[in-house]
Protein backbone atom coordinates (compact mmCIF):
# COMPACT_ATOMS: atom_id res chain seq x y z
CA UNK A 1 0.00 0.00 0.00
CA UNK A 2 2.83 2.44 1.18
CA UNK A 3 4.72 1.77 -1.87
CA UNK A 4 1.80 2.32 -3.97
CA UNK A 5 1.25 5.94 -2.58
CA UNK A 6 4.81 6.61 -2.90
CA UNK A 7 4.90 5.88 -6.78
CA UNK A 8 1.77 8.18 -7.24
CA UNK A 9 3.76 10.64 -5.23
CA UNK A 10 6.48 10.41 -7.15
CA UNK A 11 4.82 10.22 -10.64
CA UNK A 12 3.02 13.37 -10.08
CA UNK A 13 6.22 14.93 -8.64
CA UNK A 14 7.75 14.60 -11.70
CA UNK A 15 5.00 15.85 -13.68
CA UNK A 16 4.79 19.07 -11.23
CA UNK A 17 8.77 19.36 -11.39
CA UNK A 18 8.60 19.05 -15.73
CA UNK A 19 5.96 21.49 -15.87
CA UNK A 20 8.03 24.22 -13.96
CA UNK A 21 10.69 24.09 -16.27
CA UNK A 22 11.87 26.20 -18.97
CA UNK A 23 9.65 29.44 -16.84
CA UNK A 24 6.00 28.68 -17.53
CA UNK A 25 3.94 25.81 -15.30
CA UNK A 26 2.33 23.60 -17.40
CA UNK A 27 -1.04 22.31 -15.67
CA UNK A 28 -0.86 19.17 -14.10
CA UNK A 29 -4.31 17.00 -13.90
CA UNK A 30 -4.70 14.46 -11.88
CA UNK A 31 -7.43 11.62 -11.70
CA UNK A 32 -8.33 9.68 -9.26
CA UNK A 33 -10.28 6.28 -10.48
CA UNK A 34 -12.08 3.93 -8.08
CA UNK A 35 -10.76 0.99 -10.35
CA UNK A 36 -9.31 -0.04 -13.55
CA UNK A 37 -10.68 -3.37 -13.42
CA UNK A 38 -14.27 -2.90 -15.40
CA UNK A 39 -13.92 -2.52 -18.63
CA UNK A 40 -16.27 1.16 -18.62
CA UNK A 41 -13.63 2.40 -16.31
CA UNK A 42 -10.63 1.49 -18.86
CA UNK A 43 -12.49 3.23 -21.21
CA UNK A 44 -12.82 5.76 -19.13
CA UNK A 45 -8.97 6.14 -18.74
CA UNK A 46 -8.44 5.68 -22.07
CA UNK A 47 -10.58 8.27 -23.68
CA UNK A 48 -9.64 10.82 -20.73
CA UNK A 49 -5.88 10.21 -21.53
CA UNK A 50 -6.42 10.49 -25.42
CA UNK A 51 -8.40 13.61 -24.70
CA UNK A 52 -6.13 15.37 -23.05
CA UNK A 53 -3.06 14.28 -24.81
CA UNK A 54 -4.48 16.13 -27.75
CA UNK A 55 -3.69 19.48 -25.29
CA UNK A 56 -0.46 20.88 -25.64
CA UNK A 57 1.44 20.90 -22.40
CA UNK A 58 -0.92 19.72 -20.70
CA UNK A 59 0.77 16.16 -17.93
CA UNK A 60 -2.19 13.68 -16.76
CA UNK A 61 -1.30 11.80 -14.04
CA UNK A 62 -4.06 8.98 -12.85
CA UNK A 63 -4.24 7.08 -9.47
CA UNK A 64 -6.48 3.26 -9.34
CA UNK A 65 -7.80 2.93 -6.31
CA UNK A 66 -8.69 -1.15 -6.88
CA UNK A 67 -12.23 -0.30 -5.14
CA UNK A 68 -10.72 0.20 -1.63
CA UNK A 69 -12.16 3.03 -0.37
CA UNK A 70 -8.71 3.83 2.30
CA UNK A 71 -6.36 3.39 -0.76
CA UNK A 72 -8.56 6.19 -2.55
CA UNK A 73 -8.70 8.82 0.06
CA UNK A 74 -4.75 8.04 0.23
CA UNK A 75 -4.33 8.79 -3.01
CA UNK A 76 -6.16 11.74 -3.10
CA UNK A 77 -4.30 13.29 0.02
CA UNK A 78 -1.23 12.22 -2.32
CA UNK A 79 -2.33 14.46 -4.88
CA UNK A 80 -3.59 16.99 -2.26
CA UNK A 81 -0.11 17.30 -1.46
CA UNK A 82 1.21 18.03 -4.98
CA UNK A 83 -0.99 20.77 -5.73
CA UNK A 84 -2.33 19.75 -9.19
CA UNK A 85 -3.70 22.42 -10.98
CA UNK A 86 -7.44 20.13 -11.57
CA UNK A 87 -8.77 17.21 -9.65
CA UNK A 88 -10.67 14.72 -10.83
CA UNK A 89 -12.45 12.49 -8.89
CA UNK A 90 -14.04 9.06 -9.99
CA UNK A 91 -15.48 8.01 -6.22
CA UNK A 92 -15.15 4.49 -5.10
CA UNK A 93 -18.19 4.70 -2.38
CA UNK A 94 -20.15 8.08 -2.40
CA UNK A 95 -19.72 8.59 1.95
CA UNK A 96 -15.94 7.65 1.98
CA UNK A 97 -14.63 10.44 -0.77
CA UNK A 98 -16.81 13.30 0.81
CA UNK A 99 -14.21 14.71 3.29
CA UNK A 100 -11.11 14.30 1.07
CA UNK A 101 -13.14 16.13 -1.54
CA UNK A 102 -13.32 18.45 0.84
CA UNK A 103 -9.98 19.21 1.66
CA UNK A 104 -8.75 19.41 -1.63
CA UNK A 105 -11.32 22.49 -2.07
CA UNK A 106 -10.27 23.93 0.88
CA UNK A 107 -6.75 23.81 -0.33
CA UNK A 108 -7.70 25.54 -3.65
CA UNK A 109 -7.73 22.46 -6.12
CA UNK A 110 -10.85 22.92 -8.61
CA UNK A 111 -12.40 19.32 -7.79
CA UNK A 112 -14.56 17.78 -10.70
CA UNK A 113 -16.80 14.59 -9.47
CA UNK A 114 -17.01 12.13 -12.38
CA UNK A 115 -19.97 10.22 -12.64
CA UNK A 116 -20.51 9.00 -9.46
CA UNK A 117 -22.16 11.22 -6.33
CA UNK A 118 -20.66 12.13 -2.79
CA UNK A 119 -22.26 13.17 0.50
CA UNK A 120 -21.74 16.56 -0.04
CA UNK A 121 -21.12 18.63 -2.98
CA UNK A 122 -17.35 18.50 -2.21
CA UNK A 123 -16.56 19.64 -5.63
CA UNK A 124 -16.85 22.61 -8.57
CA UNK A 125 -18.81 20.93 -10.48
CA UNK A 126 -20.39 17.02 -10.98
CA UNK A 127 -20.50 15.51 -14.46
CA UNK A 128 -22.69 12.09 -14.63
CA UNK A 129 -25.95 10.80 -16.30
CA UNK A 130 -29.14 9.58 -14.75
CA UNK A 131 -29.13 6.14 -13.40
CA UNK A 132 -33.18 6.69 -11.76
CA UNK A 133 -33.44 7.41 -15.26
CA UNK A 134 -31.34 4.86 -16.86
CA UNK A 135 -33.17 2.33 -14.04
CA UNK A 136 -36.64 3.37 -15.29
CA UNK A 137 -35.93 2.29 -18.64
CA UNK A 138 -34.68 -0.75 -18.02
CA UNK A 139 -37.45 -1.40 -15.47
CA UNK A 140 -40.21 -0.60 -18.36
CA UNK A 141 -38.36 -2.57 -21.56
CA UNK A 142 -38.62 -5.58 -18.58
CA UNK A 143 -42.05 -4.97 -18.27
CA UNK A 144 -42.58 -4.78 -22.18
CA UNK A 145 -40.40 -8.40 -22.36
CA UNK A 146 -42.85 -10.28 -20.03
CA UNK A 147 -45.65 -8.67 -21.97
CA UNK A 148 -44.93 -10.48 -25.32
CA UNK A 149 -43.60 -13.53 -23.26
CA UNK A 150 -46.93 -14.24 -21.40
CA UNK A 151 -49.38 -11.62 -22.60
CA UNK A 152 -49.05 -9.92 -19.32
CA UNK A 153 -46.70 -8.41 -17.16
CA UNK A 154 -45.50 -11.86 -14.96
CA UNK A 155 -42.71 -13.35 -14.29
CA UNK A 156 -39.65 -13.53 -12.19
CA UNK A 157 -36.78 -11.30 -12.48
CA UNK A 158 -32.81 -11.80 -10.61
CA UNK A 159 -30.99 -8.33 -10.20
CA UNK A 160 -27.63 -8.41 -10.26
CA UNK A 161 -26.21 -5.55 -8.19
CA UNK A 162 -22.89 -3.38 -8.06
CA UNK A 163 -21.33 -2.68 -5.11
CA UNK A 164 -23.47 -1.59 -2.17
CA UNK A 165 -23.77 1.83 -1.04
CA UNK A 166 -22.79 3.32 -4.41
CA UNK A 167 -24.94 6.11 -6.49
CA UNK A 168 -24.87 3.56 -9.57
CA UNK A 169 -26.25 0.93 -7.59
CA UNK A 170 -28.84 2.70 -5.57
CA UNK A 171 -30.39 4.40 -8.26
CA UNK A 172 -30.01 1.86 -10.79
CA UNK A 173 -31.87 -0.34 -8.50
CA UNK A 174 -34.28 2.25 -7.56
CA UNK A 175 -35.45 3.51 -11.21
CA UNK A 176 -35.86 0.00 -11.97
CA UNK A 177 -38.10 -0.74 -8.80
CA UNK A 178 -40.16 2.38 -9.59
CA UNK A 179 -41.62 0.69 -12.49
CA UNK A 180 -41.54 -3.08 -11.68
CA UNK A 181 -42.82 -2.65 -7.98
CA UNK A 182 -46.70 -1.85 -10.19
CA UNK A 183 -47.19 -5.01 -11.35
CA UNK A 184 -47.98 -7.47 -8.20
CA UNK A 185 -47.11 -10.48 -10.77
CA UNK A 186 -43.37 -9.68 -11.28
CA UNK A 187 -41.58 -11.15 -8.48
CA UNK A 188 -38.15 -10.04 -7.86
CA UNK A 189 -36.48 -13.87 -6.54
CA UNK A 190 -32.89 -12.56 -6.24
CA UNK A 191 -30.51 -9.73 -5.88
CA UNK A 192 -27.32 -10.60 -4.95
CA UNK A 193 -24.05 -8.41 -5.36
CA UNK A 194 -21.56 -8.99 -7.47
CA UNK A 195 -19.78 -5.89 -7.21
CA UNK A 196 -19.27 -4.77 -10.80
CA UNK A 197 -16.94 -7.70 -11.67
CA UNK A 198 -18.52 -10.14 -14.46
CA UNK A 199 -16.41 -13.37 -12.44
CA UNK A 200 -18.10 -12.64 -9.39
CA UNK A 201 -21.74 -11.98 -11.20
CA UNK A 202 -20.79 -15.70 -12.68
CA UNK A 203 -20.21 -17.48 -8.96
CA UNK A 204 -23.40 -15.59 -7.66
CA UNK A 205 -25.24 -16.99 -10.46
CA UNK A 206 -24.32 -20.10 -10.30
CA UNK A 207 -25.98 -20.36 -6.87
CA UNK A 208 -29.22 -18.35 -7.82
CA UNK A 209 -29.22 -21.16 -10.51
CA UNK A 210 -29.33 -23.80 -8.31
CA UNK A 211 -31.95 -22.36 -5.72
CA UNK A 212 -34.28 -20.62 -8.49
CA UNK A 213 -36.07 -23.42 -11.22
CA UNK A 214 -38.03 -20.35 -13.41
CA UNK A 215 -36.14 -17.42 -14.40
CA UNK A 216 -37.36 -14.97 -17.10
CA UNK A 217 -35.19 -11.96 -16.94
CA UNK A 218 -31.91 -10.96 -15.52
CA UNK A 219 -31.08 -7.49 -15.00
CA UNK A 220 -27.37 -6.81 -14.48
CA UNK A 221 -26.35 -3.60 -12.83
CA UNK A 222 -23.57 -3.46 -15.71
CA UNK A 223 -22.88 -5.43 -18.65
CA UNK A 224 -20.18 -7.15 -17.30
CA UNK A 225 -22.49 -8.73 -14.37
CA UNK A 226 -25.24 -9.00 -17.39
CA UNK A 227 -22.94 -11.81 -19.28
CA UNK A 228 -21.28 -13.22 -16.20
CA UNK A 229 -24.81 -14.18 -14.97
CA UNK A 230 -25.28 -15.11 -18.93
CA UNK A 231 -22.17 -17.45 -18.76
CA UNK A 232 -23.59 -19.37 -16.02
CA UNK A 233 -26.82 -20.13 -17.03
CA UNK A 234 -25.03 -21.43 -20.05
CA UNK A 235 -22.86 -23.55 -18.20
CA UNK A 236 -25.88 -25.24 -16.93
CA UNK A 237 -28.16 -25.17 -20.03
CA UNK A 238 -30.45 -22.67 -18.99
CA UNK A 239 -29.55 -19.62 -20.96
CA UNK A 240 -32.35 -19.86 -23.33
CA UNK A 241 -35.00 -20.14 -20.51
CA UNK A 242 -34.27 -15.93 -19.89
CA UNK A 243 -33.18 -13.44 -21.13
CA UNK A 244 -30.12 -10.70 -19.78
CA UNK A 245 -30.40 -6.98 -19.52
CA UNK A 246 -27.00 -5.02 -18.92
CA UNK A 247 -25.50 -1.22 -18.31
CA UNK A 248 -22.93 0.68 -20.07
CA UNK A 249 -23.47 -0.09 -23.58
CA UNK A 250 -19.78 0.33 -24.45
CA UNK A 251 -18.46 0.16 -28.13
CA UNK A 252 -15.63 -2.28 -29.07
CA UNK A 253 -15.71 -6.07 -30.18
CA UNK A 254 -15.51 -6.42 -26.20
CA UNK A 255 -18.44 -4.07 -25.06
CA UNK A 256 -21.88 -4.44 -24.04
CA UNK A 257 -23.43 -3.31 -27.80
CA UNK A 258 -21.68 -6.00 -29.28
CA UNK A 259 -22.83 -8.48 -26.85
CA UNK A 260 -26.28 -7.01 -27.87
CA UNK A 261 -25.12 -7.83 -31.48
CA UNK A 262 -24.35 -11.19 -30.68
CA UNK A 263 -27.91 -12.33 -28.98
CA UNK A 264 -26.14 -12.45 -25.37
CA UNK A 265 -28.06 -9.34 -24.35
CA UNK A 266 -31.46 -8.98 -24.72
CA UNK A 267 -30.56 -4.81 -24.08
CA UNK A 268 -28.30 -2.57 -22.63
CA UNK A 269 -28.56 0.93 -21.81
CA UNK A 270 -25.81 3.68 -22.52
CA UNK A 271 -24.15 4.86 -19.63
CA UNK A 272 -21.63 8.06 -21.20
CA UNK A 273 -18.04 7.74 -19.79
CA UNK A 274 -18.88 11.54 -19.39
CA UNK A 275 -15.20 12.10 -19.61
CA UNK A 276 -15.56 14.51 -22.38
CA UNK A 277 -17.84 16.66 -20.84
CA UNK A 278 -15.38 16.60 -17.97
CA UNK A 279 -12.15 17.46 -19.82
CA UNK A 280 -14.07 20.04 -21.43
CA UNK A 281 -15.23 21.35 -18.18
CA UNK A 282 -11.49 20.93 -16.98
CA UNK A 283 -10.12 22.75 -20.06
CA UNK A 284 -12.11 25.71 -19.36
CA UNK A 285 -11.62 26.06 -15.82
CA UNK A 286 -7.83 25.54 -16.95
CA UNK A 287 -7.51 28.34 -19.37
CA UNK A 288 -10.40 30.54 -18.64
CA UNK A 289 -9.87 32.46 -15.02
CA UNK A 290 -13.28 33.74 -14.69
CA UNK A 291 -15.26 30.81 -16.17
CA UNK A 292 -17.74 29.22 -13.57
CA UNK A 293 -19.10 25.90 -14.72
CA UNK A 294 -22.66 24.48 -13.22
CA UNK A 295 -22.41 22.70 -10.21
CA UNK A 296 -24.53 19.88 -12.81
CA UNK A 297 -23.98 18.42 -15.85
CA UNK A 298 -26.38 15.54 -17.01
CA UNK A 299 -25.51 13.51 -19.60
CA UNK A 300 -28.23 11.73 -21.34
CA UNK A 301 -28.61 7.92 -22.10
CA UNK A 302 -29.69 5.72 -24.63
CA UNK A 303 -31.62 2.46 -25.21
CA UNK A 304 -29.71 -0.36 -27.58
CA UNK A 305 -31.59 -3.43 -28.67
CA UNK A 306 -31.15 -5.47 -31.34
CA UNK A 307 -33.20 -3.44 -33.70
CA UNK A 308 -30.64 -0.52 -33.20
CA UNK A 309 -27.41 -2.40 -31.87
CA UNK A 310 -25.37 -2.13 -35.17
CA UNK A 311 -25.63 1.75 -35.58
CA UNK A 312 -24.78 2.27 -31.66
CA UNK A 313 -21.93 0.14 -32.33
CA UNK A 314 -20.91 2.31 -35.05
CA UNK A 315 -21.56 5.39 -33.56
CA UNK A 316 -19.93 4.52 -29.77
CA UNK A 317 -16.73 2.26 -31.06
CA UNK A 318 -15.60 5.28 -33.40
CA UNK A 319 -16.36 7.75 -30.57
CA UNK A 320 -14.25 5.46 -28.93
CA UNK A 321 -11.12 5.94 -31.21
Known sequence: MMRHIFLILASVAALLAAGCGGGKKQPVVAFSQANNAEPYRAA??????????????????????????????????????????LLIVAPNERAALTAVMGQAMEAGIPVICLER????????????????????????????QLQKKYGRPKGN???????LGVEGEINRERGAKEIL???????????????WIQAKAKDRMTEVLRAQP????????????????????????????????????????AGGIRKVMDGILAATFVYPLCVDKAVEIGLRILH??????????????LMVTPENAAEMYRKFTVEAR
Not at 120 to 131: A, F, G, K
Not at 227 to 233: F, Q
Not at 235 to 250: A, H, I, Q, Y
Not at 288 to 301: A, L, M, T
Open 117 to 144: DILQPNYRTYVHSDNVAIGRMAGQFMVD
Open 157 to 163: IVAMRGL
Open 288 to 301: EPGFRPEKDYVIDS
Open 181 to 195: DRYPEIRMVADPVAD
Open 44 to 85: QNALMTRLFAAEPGIRLAISDAQQDNSRQVAQVETFIRQKPD
Open 214 to 253: HIDIVYGHNDPMAVGAYLAAKELGREREMSFVGVDGLGGP
